[in-house]
């Protein structure tokens, strides 16, 4: 069964530092998509990046970045130069590929506050 | 512009009322999904659908139902409200195993 972990309930951060948000996952299948979702204190939900199970190339997107590493089942998050309006839930997702199996499963969330 | 949009926003109820929350998309999106988001606990899948006619029970189903008549609209249903249910809940679409999901704005739900 598919199954993520979001280890970190909490992180307090000083604005300017850099901070990563670890995700892990698990699944059986060999096809599979990971997502991040950032849910800022209006309560939306905002995609911010998906990533397929054979693209393992590092992704970044001004001052977010995304280490995908197969080998550790892991989809981590890092934001550099960190700023207030960066205070949010973060969430991780996983998205199995096969036929039936459409649906997210979210992990926990991480509270990132970003304290000026 | 597509969307989905979820009603009511905002609602209070009485513990043993029957309840339902509205879900519409305009995206044509085959799936959607109905999930509750509570302290601790992230995003929980409630219900979810791949197409008319199709529904299935995610993870917390227990106490819940949806029904999907039409492509547009995914309402979840609570036959007797329980405090336990107080929640916020989400409505979200996507398309294929690959598409983003699109979330609604979230519904607050108060059971007393």
């Known amino acids: 069964a598919q199954k993520v972990t979001q280890a970190q309930t909490e992180i307090s951060v000083v604005e300017k530092e850099d901070v990563t948000l670890d995700c892990v996952y698990e699944t059986r299948d060999t096809t599979y998509y990971l997502f991040w979702y950032k849910q800022p204190p209006s309560g939306e939900l905002v995609f911010l990046i998906r990533?397929?199970?054979?693209?393992?190339q590092n992704e970044i997107s001004g001052r977010y970045s995304w280490n995908f590493q197969k080998s550790t089942s892991s989809f981590n998050f890092t934001i550099t130069a960190s700023q207030v309006v960066d205070s949010a839930v973060y969430f991780c997702?996983?998205?199995?590929?096969?036929?039936?199996?459409?649906?997210?499963?979210f992990g926990q969330g991480t509270r990132l506050t970003i304290n000026p | 512009d597509a969307e989905i949009t979820q009603s009511p926003r905002h609602k209070i109820t009485e513990t043993g009322r029957q309840v339902t929350l509205a879900c519409h998309q305009t995206w044509n999106h085959n799936n959607m999904f109905w999930y509750r988001q509570d302290l601790g606990h992230g995003l929980r899948l409630i219900h979810y659908?791949?197409?008319?006619?199709?529904?299935n029970k995610g993870e917390v189903s227990d106490g819940y139902s949806v029904s999907r008549s039409n492509t547009e609209d995914l309402p979840l249903t609570l036959e007797s409200a329980a405090s336990s249910q107080t929640s916020v809940y989400f409505c979200?679409?996507?398309?294929?195993?690959?598409?983003?999901?699109?979330f609604g704005e979230g519904s607050r739900l108060t059971v007393l």
């Open positions: 990533r397929n199970s054979f693209d393992e």
């Open positions: 997702a996983l998205s199995e590929a096969y036929r039936g199996a459409q649906k997210l499963v």
């Open positions: 979200a679409s996507r398309q294929g195993v690959a598409g983003e999901l699109f």
């Open positions: 659908s791949y197409g008319v006619q199709d529904t």
